[in-house]
């Protein structure tokens, strides 16, 4: 390993797989959420609120080419990218019927500029039929499936009205990785009925699950959610900033040095957000969280290893 490894950043893999700077560019394709429509359950996870991950320019009132092309527009002009990763964002991308998603997928990646697809999705939404037709397209280009594991404990995905246990997320990760495609996980730390000590032991399971790619996202207060509603109630500890980069550190430690890290804490628009209110930018925070790491002779994956019990929560 070398001397300077801190983690491994999802910009390092980009620039590997594509040669050149690539940025992702969300759009909403009109999908809604099997959680929120009543198939599985209405009023959705109890931390969500649609508004708070959706970037302004992706709106299912323009159709997906309108806004892949803004968006591109709009990240030529502040970065210097030059390749683009359509990320279906918003609710389940993947909660249609195959033919649609076909259509839908074909479409964006006819785009000259586009080089791959990123399809953000609940572990209960996609079947072998869609995962063949995603690895049919990915003969061709690069294609991600992004899932929200957001707890590996089953008594959390019931507080938090997932709707799926985690030998749902377990399985279509599996699948999802038999099949060649890249798999990016969605991890929330924070929730108030786990331990630190069991937000670390779910890195273990994170190892164990093989996930290529992980969000690691702090416990966001969204206004206009049951959560918020819950908060008011009776307010909860939620981690701050300087709580956060322990926390964090000591769960990059024990996850595997090859998982890619794609974000080490969460973002929410200021007027919705309830709490925490850390006043920092994102370079400060990452800037923050680095040198504390240098500071402690700290890196991914230092403390790896996989106990009994993440083994077995993952072979169910
Ligand atoms: S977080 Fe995702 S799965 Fe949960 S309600 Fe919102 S869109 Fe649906």
Not at 84 to 112: G, R
Request: aromatic letters at 10%; hydrophobic letters at 40%.
């Amino acid at each position: 390993m070398k001397p300077n490894f801190l983690y491994n950043p999802y910009g390092k893999f980009l620039q590997e797989k594509f040669g050149a700077r690539v940025h992702k560019v969300s759009v909403h394709a009109g999908f809604t959420c099997p959680n929120r429509d009543g198939t599985v359950a209405r009023g959705g996870c109890t931390y969500c609120n649609i508004v708070s991950f959706t970037p302004e320019n992706a709106r299912p009132k323009y159709s997906v080419r309108d806004q892949i092309d803004a968006g591109i527009a709009f990240v030529k002009k502040r970065f210097e990218a030059k390749k683009f990763i359509v990320y279906f964002q918003p609710y389940s991308n993947t909660y249609a019927p195959v033919k649609h998603l076909e259509a839908l997928y074909s479409d964006a990646l006819s785009h000259p500029e586009v080089v791959g697809l990123s399809i953000g999705t609940r572990p209960d939404c996609i079947d072998d039929e869609k995962l063949a037709m995603l690895a049919d397209l990915a003969r061709e280009t690069f294609i991600g499936l992004e899932y929200g594991i957001e707890s590996v404990y089953d008594e959390t995905l019931q507080l938090i009205n997932r709707g799926h246990d985690f030998a749902c997320t377990a399985r279509a990760i599996r699948r999802t990785r038999e099949l060649g495609l890249q798999v990016t996980g969605h991890t929330i730390l924070g929730f108030p009925n786990e331990t630190e000590e069991q937000m670390l032991v779910s890195a273990d399971v994170i190892n164990a699950l093989g996930v290529d790619v992980l969000k690691i996202h702090n416990l966001h207060i969204v206004r206009h959610t049951e959560l918020a509603r819950q908060y008011a109630a009776q307010p909860f500890r939620v981690f701050s900033f300087e709580e956060w980069k322990d926390l964090v550190i000591r769960y990059l430690e024990r996850l595997a040095p090859d998982i890619i890290i794609e974000r080490l804490y969460g973002e929410a628009p200021r007027d919705l957000l309830i709490a925490p209110h850390w006043n920092l930018s994102k370079a400060e925070i990452i800037q923050e969280i680095e040198s504390e790491m240098r500071r402690r002779g700290a890196r991914q994956g230092r403390l790896v290893h996989a106990p009994a019990e993440a083994r077995r929560v993952t072979a169910e």
